[in-house]
């Protein structure tokens, strides 16, 4: 059975840092692109970072050069760690799956498995 | 970077249909997800590719797309005889048109009345 189990979040002050980890089970994750995908209290969800499976990673122009996405293999578990931390960060961040389909002549990625959340809270 | 817009809000009739739509220059090239997420839990991909469900997913629910066609940008996802359990926020998302990048709608809030 597939599973994703984020931690990890908490309650950091703005400019501070935190890392968030997201176990895999069921699945290798360095077969899989994996995403961290965000939402803020109240709001819609919001893809924040990418890593595919031969390890490039990419990262939404709201985090980039703060955020760090990660795997350890042998642990079979991803990261995020998160620095200069801004009000605007708070959210329950979510790790999902990817999974890719060939349709016709266009594809489909679809985040076919999340975790169940963790929660960061920016503030003083 | 590409935006994908949906409807805040929709509502149907117990029973009755309701078609949620998603609009966006890259689902020429990517076929839209469709998300669905009930309040306090993760969210639920319910629609995927051309119009496969997960199993576990009623067949109630169902999806186009016009993907691969350079007339049309739009998705949709209609539920068909709409259930009480099926109030919630639906979210669509696509892969962004440079391609490394994801993106989501801002989300419709469905209500069954």
């Known amino acids: 059975e597939v599973q994703l189990v984020e931690s990890g979040g908490g309650l950091v002050q703005p400019g501070g840092s935190l890392g968030l980890s997201c176990a895999a089970s069921?699945?290798?994750?360095?077969?899989?692109?994996m995403s961290w995908v965000r939402q803020a209290p109240g709001k819609g969800l919001e893809w924040v970072s990418v890593?595919?499976?031969?390890?490039?990673?990419y990262y939404a122009d709201s985090v980039k050069g703060r955020f760090t996405f990660s795997r350890d293999n042998s642990k079979n578990t991803l990261y995020l760690q998160m620095n200069s931390l801004r009000a605007e960060d708070t959210a329950v961040y979510y790790c999902?799956?990817?999974?890719?389909?060939?349709?016709?002549?266009?594809?489909?990625?679809?985040?076919?498995?999340w975790g169940q959340g963790t929660l960061v809270t920016v503030s003083s | 970077s590409s935006e994908l817009t949906q409807d805040p809000a929709l509502s149907v009739a117990l029973g009755q249909t309701v078609r949620i739509t998603c609009q966006g220059d890259?689902?020429?090239?990517?076929?839209a997800n469709w998300y669905q997420q009930k309040p306090g839990q993760a969210p639920v991909l319910v629609i995927y590719?051309?119009?496969?469900?997960?199993?576990?997913i009623p067949d109630r629910f169902s999806g186009s797309s016009s993907a691969g066609s350079s007339s049309g940008n739009t998705a949709s996802l209609t539920i068909t005889g709409a259930q009480a359990e099926d109030e919630a926020d639906y979210y669509c998302?696509?892969?962004?048109?440079?391609?490394?990048?994801?993106?989501f709608g801002a989300g419709t809030k469905v209500t069954v009345l």
């Open positions: 999902a799956r990817e999974t890719s389909l060939s349709v016709d002549t266009a594809m489909a990625y679809y985040f076919d498995y």
């Open positions: 069921g699945f290798t994750v360095s077969s899989n692109h």
């Open positions: 890593i595919y499976s031969g390890g490039d990673t």
């Open positions: 890259n689902l020429r090239g990517y076929y």
């Open positions: 590719g051309k119009n496969k469900r997960p199993s576990g």
């Open positions: 998302n696509s892969r962004d048109s440079n391609g490394k990048h994801y993106v």
